[in-house]
């Protein structure tokens, strides 16, 4: 789809995911008028990725070369010129990141960032700009010596989560940043700015260092989520120097600047473009899908995620709380699963001939309840239940070694959802006669998942046209930023926006099925649990 050579204004979202960069574009009326992806594995396979990502010999460290989010951009950019995009209609741009992972510039990058010469494509030009060169993303868990110091500091997980919304989590940014710290000393003093995925792909379109905003700076165990600045204790406890590494806070719909004339002469972009904060993808996911007090939203993107909106946060050891992107009185609750579609994929691969088609038919051999067979399907270590392994049980709660493949693959479906509304209700997410769970992420496009879903939920599950609700999100709060100084609310601005539409409705009768398998499902948790902590 190519956007309509009239003057009317556009706006682009791009976001930088685990296994993807993409970009949407909308009209002024929200509707969206291009859309386009480079994904990483198949389009620069020159940097060796699986999904995205490099798994290092350990099993827990885990990486994203950052010149191959860089080269992404050059692509999609070029891509975009070669369709005949016309980016001189673009009045405003915002973007995303997956959360948690950091970029560490080299001392000397900003000036290099400021002086881009439009001839040669940024892999080029910022090929020397980075102290770390792989940077450390979501999937990384190896820093729980230096979680439990980073808690001890300061007084324990529940007084980490009163400050910063969550317990310490391997993959949030300040233990990352604590384990460069101890580990790559000269890296760490050469690096002038630490940038989170989406604050260094503002970067890039800013010319300059872009701000962390609000919403994704909740995920680094850093950040006073009440008072939106950093904590100084956090800060101490992780790394010497670090707050002036970090740079300043900026609210998540702020204008940062305007697009740096590297874009304006190489592509055409207005040079009055504004470049609106980017956030984490689970914040912008928030934004895409118009999620409301009330609702419930679940990702299915290489990490699964549920999260709600809240206004009076109560964070616990459980779970994580991040100020919300588009209202800055509230807050959002959230739930990552690690072994979201990937381990999908992995069922989909050894069960079926490898198509999400037998794999529906093999999820929809069974009736509801999978007559009492239920698993837990966690291929590399959960973060919600911490533990890991395949533990497959029957209906009398014995313990088995295997199932059949239509059996295997109705367990772990089932499975993902029973896990996400009992955490849910831990939260204090209460399922009401007008709850509506939003669905998003590559999974969502598939049908009978949702299904599974509506019936597990006993709630109707509503999807939006694109699959990819935080690129989507960004698109929106581009405009929403543009218009916000006017005093414009996100609400209003998104009010031409489409509304999600209905796919599922919970079957009659599943609710009876269910109910006792939630209880059931919470009990062999705990002893799964129970039996990795032994
Ligand atoms: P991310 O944004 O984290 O990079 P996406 O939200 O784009 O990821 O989701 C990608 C995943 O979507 C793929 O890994 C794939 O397993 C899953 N997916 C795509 N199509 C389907 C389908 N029809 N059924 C189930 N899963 C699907
Ligand atoms: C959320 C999380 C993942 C990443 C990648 O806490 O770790 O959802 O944002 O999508």
Redesign the pocket.
């Known amino acids: 789809m190519i956007a309509e050579c009239d003057s009317s204004p556009v706006y682009l979202g791009v976001d930088f995911?685990?296994?993807?960069l993409k970009v949407i574009a909308v009209d002024d009326a929200l509707q969206v008028v291009y859309q386009d992806c480079v994904t990483f594995d198949k389009d620069l396979p020159e940097y060796g990725t699986k999904c995205?990502v490099h798994i290092h010999d350990d099993n827990l460290t885990v990486t994203s070369p950052v010149l191959m989010w860089v080269k992404a951009l050059d692509m999609i950019l070029e891509k975009m010129k070669s369709k005949g995009f016309d980016f001189s209609h673009v009045k405003a741009l915002s973007g995303t990141g997956q959360q948690h992972g950091s970029v560490y510039w080299q001392k000397g990058a900003e000036h290099l960032l400021k002086n881009l010469s439009s001839d040669f494509p940024l892999h080029h030009l910022l090929k020397y700009c980075f102290a770390i060169k792989d940077s450390p993303i979501w999937m990384d868990s190896s820093t729980s010596v230096e979680c439990r110091s980073l808690e001890e500091a300061v007084g324990g997980p529940q007084s980490l989560a009163d400050i910063t919304g969550s317990r310490a989590y391997e993959r949030f940014t300040g233990s990352q940043i604590a384990k460069i710290y101890k580990k790559c000393p000269d890296e760490y003093q050469q690096t002038e700015r630490i940038s989170l995925v989406s604050s260094f792909a503002a970067s890039l379109f800013l010319g300059s260092y872009a701000a962390i905003d609000y919403s994704d700076g909740s995920g680094m165990n850093l950040m006073n989520i009440y008072e939106k600045t950093w904590s100084q204790a956090c800060l101490n406890a992780c790394a010497t120097d670090l707050g002036r590494k970090l740079g300043e806070l900026t609210p998540s719909s702020a204008v940062l600047g305007c697009i740096s004339s590297y874009y304006v002469q190489r592509y055409g972009f207005p040079s009055d473009c504004r470049i609106v904060a980017f956030t984490g993808?689970n914040p912008a996911s928030l934004a895409g899908m118009r999620l409301k007090e009330g609702d419930i939203a679940v990702s299915l993107?290489?990490?699964d995620t549920i999260f709600l909106w809240i206004q009076d946060p109560t964070p616990t050891v459980e779970g994580h709380i991040f100020c919300n992107p588009v209202d800055s009185q509230a807050y959002m609750a959230l739930i990552c699963y690690k072994n979201g579609?990937?381990t999908?994929?992995r069922i989909r691969n050894d069960c079926t001939s490898a198509s999400?088609e037998e794999f529906s038919k093999a999820l929809k051999a069974n009736d509801a309840g999978n007559l009492g067979n239920l698993g837990f399907y966690f291929d590399v270590m959960e973060i919600t239940p911490p533990a890991v392994g395949v533990h497959r049980f029957n209906g009398q709660n014995v313990k088995v070694p295997e199932f059949p493949p239509d059996v295997e693959v109705r367990a772990l479906i089932e499975g993902q959802f029973l896990a996400k509304r009992i955490h849910a209700e831990k939260l204090g997410y209460k399922i009401l006669p007008e709850t509506r769970i939003l669905a998003t992420?590559?999974?969502s496009?598939?049908k009978d998942?949702l299904q599974v879903l509506a019936d597990v939920f006993g709630a109707p599950v509503y999807t939006i046209d694109i699959?990819?609700s935080a690129c989507l999100g960004c698109a929106y709060r581009a405009k929403h930023g543009l218009l916000a100084v006017t005093g414009s609310s996100f609400s209003d601005v998104i009010k031409q926006a489409k509304e999600p539409k209905l796919i599922a409705r919970p079957a009659p009768g599943v609710e009876q099925i269910y109910r006792p398998l939630l209880k059931r499902y919470e009990q062999l948790e705990e002893k799964v649990v129970g039996e990795f902590v032994q």
Do not use: P, V
């Open positions: 995911s685990t296994q993807q995205g993808d993107g290489t990490s579609s990937l999908r994929e999400w992420g590559g999974a496009s598939n998942i699959a990819n």
